[in-house]
Every structure is written in structure tokens, then in C-alpha cells.
């Protein structure tokens, strides 16, 4: 079967870094996606990786590495609004998004 | 930013009636999609419907019936619904399927309780 692992729950502190961590076991790969879930809102999309490497974006950075089947969301200079979920999402062979359960992100003073 | 937009917000029902939660979206794209979220799973995607017509159905119950009459609007009908139902229905659109670097944007979901 398709899985997409990551943590439930991490807790941080403002200012601080943090890095969440995905591994997936998917039939193929055409690419992997982070996104952000604040409470009662909207996923909204921040990063997309295909090729193998760091991309980055702001505070935020996303790694790939498709050899270990691993990625990894990294926040920079934490602030009290990074408070969210974050989702990590694979497409596989099929082009159809498998969605990993989120991981709960809490950012303390 | 009001690109998807989902009514009603939150719904509460019995499991004799029939609600029907509605999605727009005004970005101009010709794919869109109904997922399930219930608490700490992933999320479940329903159906997807490309230029209007429907693409995939993932075993879903009959009592979730979708409908698309046009590219911007995306209808989930619902009747005799279980308390398992119960859980936040996100609405999502695309430009195309399924293409590599293709992103979903969502609305905010209807957060729908079933007594």
C-alpha cells in the first residue's frame, strides 16, 4: 500500500528552528508538496519538489531526497503565527495526491 | 484571498435529512475536487470532476452524491448520512489533473456534524 509517514504533533519556540520530516513508500513519484493548515482554515500550498535537493522559500525551506524517500520542511526564525498543521502530499504514478495525516505544529513564547 | 469559496461553514444534521454543501471557485480552472478530513487522517479524497465531467469516485458511499453543472461550481448532495460522516468536507480546484507541479487550492471547508 501508499504511506506517508510524519510526526503528529512537535512543539517549538518562537524564534527557534524547526524541521519536519515526511517519508513516503508510494507506487512512483512525480513530485512532493507541503502545505500549511491553520485551525478551521484552508490548506494553502507553500512548496513543491521534484528533483532532489533544497529548495527554499523565505524562512521556509523544503528538502527532498527521492533515493531515501524522505523530505523534510524546514522554519526558519519561528513566529507565533506558524502555529498550523503541516501537510505532506505525494503524487504518485497515477498523478493522484496521496496525503500524509499532518503534523501539528505548536510555537511557544 | 476568496479564490474557493465553501457554503455553509459549519452544518449540523440528522441522519434523516438531506443538505447539499456547496463550493465556487473563481480562479479559472477546469478541475476540482471533494476530500474528506477527519482528525489526526489524512486527508480522503472523494471525487474530481475535469471540465465538468467526473473522473474518480473512491468508493464512496451513495448517500454523498456530487454534482458539477459547470467548470466554477461543485455540489456534495447528502442523505442519511451516519455520525461517521461527521468530519470537515474541503473543497479544492486545479488548473488541470493531475500534472506534475499541478497545485490544489482549497476553500475553508464545511464543517459538518451528523446527530
Known amino acids: 500500500g501508499q504511506n506517508i509517514d510524519q510526526p503528529t504533533e512537535m512543539t517549538a519556540t518562537e524564534g527557534a528552528i524547526v524541521q519536519i520530516n515526511c517519508t513516503y513508500q508510494?507506487?512512483?513519484?512525480?513530485?512532493l508538496f507541503w502545505y500549511q493548515q491553520h485551525a478551521g482554515e484552508a490548506p494553502t500550498f507553500l512548496s513543491y519538489?521534484?528533483l532532489d535537493g533544497l529548495e527554499e522559500k523565505g524562512r521556509f525551506s523544503s528538502f527532498l531526497s527521492r533515493s531515501k524517500g524522505y523530505s523534510y520542511l524546514l522554519l526558519k526564525e519561528l513566529q507565533m503565527k506558524d502555529s498550523a498543521s503541516y501537510l505532506c502530499?505525494?503524487?504518485?504514478?497515477?498523478?493522484?495526491?496521496?496525503w500524509g495525516a499532518g503534523t501539528k505544529l505548536i510555537i511557544k513564547p | 484571498e476568496t479564490g474557493v469559496t465553501q457554503t455553509p461553514r459549519h452544518l449540523v444534521m440528522g441522519m434523516t435529512n438531506k443538505k447539499s454543501l456547496k463550493c465556487e471557485q473563481h480562479?479559472?480552472?477546469?478541475?476540482m475536487y471533494w476530500y474528506k478530513q477527519s482528525a489526526k487522517k489524512p486527508l480522503e479524497l472523494m471525487f474530481v470532476?475535469?471540465?465538468?465531467?467526473?473522473?474518480e469516485n473512491n468508493s464512496v458511499p451513495s448517500r454523498f452524491s456530487p454534482e458539477c453543472p459547470n467548470s466554477s461550481h461543485l455540489f456534495l448532495h447528502l442523505h442519511t448520512l451516519q455520525p461517521e460522516d461527521s468530519a470537515l468536507y474541503l473543497c479544492?480546484?486545479?488548473?488541470?489533473?493531475?500534472?506534475?507541479?499541478?497545485?490544489?487550492?482549497f476553500g475553508p471547508g464545511t464543517r459538518l456534524l451528523v446527530l
Open positions: 519538489n521534484v
Open positions: 508510494t507506487s512512483g513519484f512525480n513530485g
Open positions: 480562479l479559472g480552472h477546469n478541475a
Open positions: 470532476y475535469n471540465f465538468k465531467e467526473q473522473t
Open positions: 502530499a505525494v503524487r504518485d504514478s497515477n498523478y493522484q495526491l496521496i
Open positions: 479544492a480546484s486545479s488548473q488541470g489533473q493531475g500534472g506534475g507541479a499541478e497545485t490544489q487550492y
